[in-house]
Nanobody, 124 residues
Framework: QVQLVESGGGLVESGGSRSLSCAAS????????IGWFRQAPGREREFVAAISWSGGRTLYADSVKGRFTISRNNTKDTVYLQMNSLEPEDTAVYYC?????????????????WGQGTQVTVSS
């Protein structure tokens, strides 16, 4: 099992930026694809971005492509989500998760370990 802890959430104005971190411990983190998901009130959880264990491959939801960047530093066991040009529609609890699936996947059901989430609120 991988323990994941998100941080960096908060209140930001529309058009602003925010950087989230996902710190891992436990099972060998460096072999996991890591994903970011989000869930807004009254809405289903949705995929945001994923990064391969090496960091060489990334995948983004269309809604965030060009605005968000996922990256990782395996020496620090941390994955990051840089969010730029934030919109009120980006308001949600953001979760990071780890999957044992080989490759980049959008389906949250394939992720086995989840963090507790961090709230991001974008004001208009």
């Amino acid at each position: 099992q991988v323990q994941l802890v998100e941080s960096g959430g908060g209140l930001v104005e529309s058009g602003g930026s925010r950087s989230l971190s996902c710190a891992a411990s436990g099972r060998t983190f460096t072999r996991n694809t890591i994903g970011w998901f989000r869930q807004a009130p009254g809405r289903e959880r949705e995929f945001v971005a994923a990064i391969s264990w090496s960091g060489g491959r990334t995948l983004y939801a269309d809604s965030v492509k060009g605005r968000f960047t996922i990256s990782r530093n395996n020496t620090k066991d941390t994955v990051y989500l840089q969010m730029n040009s934030l919109e009120p529609e980006d308001t949600a609890v953001y979760y990071c998760a780890a999957t044992l699936t080989n490759g980049l996947v959008r389906d949250g059901r394939l992720y086995v370990d989840w963090g507790q989430g961090t709230q991001v609120t974008v004001s208009s």
